[in-house]
């Protein structure tokens, strides 16, 4: 099942449940750096004045660039919902889609894409639309999962059959973006992951987007199970 399948994408974030579910189990089982935060830092370093959230989802981190930063953020998503709940966070938000973006050429310091760009079907034409609404000096921040994200837990299941590896990730987000950028930055932030007991894992899978009828399949554990979350930023600045 491919993460970039509209219909699949259109399901998905039709309401918030499934994505809010899976955010808090993560973050109650984390150890360690936040990607959370570390994407935050990442586009904090740019001191913004103007940002465009694209694929803003819940609200979160756009609500904390305009509390926290002080900047004038704009949000996009494809999900009526998405950008009803960005509006409860008090962002000026609208439907709109990363690849048909409906603002004006050099009209942001930094378009921050956070976990986002491997739902995109036509993802050349995206990171150009990111490119062209960035004023010269502006930045791409990118936030992606990794192909070998939480692999610890697939492995205990047993599952042999591999992924479709993400549109963009680590290992292809560099060269996505350099035809359309002077400089492209790689940051990779990596999360100790503790799962208490089996049921936890089990909470965890059934809320995962392509993987969630495997939940009946996670073993019994004896104790505490450990796995590693793996994220990748870009940072990519330059606009061409």
């Not at 936040?34 to 830092?41: L, T, V």
């Not at 995206?126 to 990794?146: D, H, I, K």
Request: aromatic share 6%; with cysteine; glycine share 6%.
């Amino acid at each position: 099942m491919k993460l970039d399948n509209p219909l699949l994408v259109r399901w998905e974030y039709a309401s918030e449940e499934r994505l809010a579910k899976r955010n808090a189990v993560l973050r109650s089982l984390s150890q360690g750096p936040s990607p959370e935060d570390a994407s935050f830092d990442a586009v904090a370093e740019l001191a913004p004045k103007r940002i465009l959230d694209v694929g803003c989802g819940l609200g979160e981190l756009g609500e904390r660039f305009q509390k926290e930063l002080g900047a004038q953020v704009r949000a996009i998503d494809v999900s009526t919902r998405m950008v009803e709940l960005a509006k409860e966070r008090g962002l000026d938000a609208q439907l709109g889609d990363a690849e048909q973006l409906a603002f004006g050429s050099d009209d942001f310091d930094c378009v921050f894409a956070g976990w986002v760009l491997y739902h995109v079907p036509n993802l050349e034409q995206a990171v150009a639309e990111c490119a062209r609404v960035l004023r010269r000096n502006g930045a791409l921040v990118a936030t992606s999962v990794c192909d070998d994200n939480i692999d610890e837990v697939w492995q205990l299941i047993g599952v042999t059959e591999p992924r479709d590896p993400l549109k963009f990730s680590r290992e292809n987000g560099e060269a996505v973006l350099k035809p359309h950028f002077e400089r492209v930055e790689r940051r990779l932030v990596e999360t100790e992951l503790i799962f208490p007991d089996t049921e936890s894992i089990r909470e965890f899978v059934a809320s995962t987007i392509d993987r969630a009828h495997l939940a009946p399949r996670v073993p019994e554990v004896s104790g505490p199970f450990h796995a590693v979350a793996r994220h990748v930023i870009f940072i990519a600045k330059g606009p061409t």
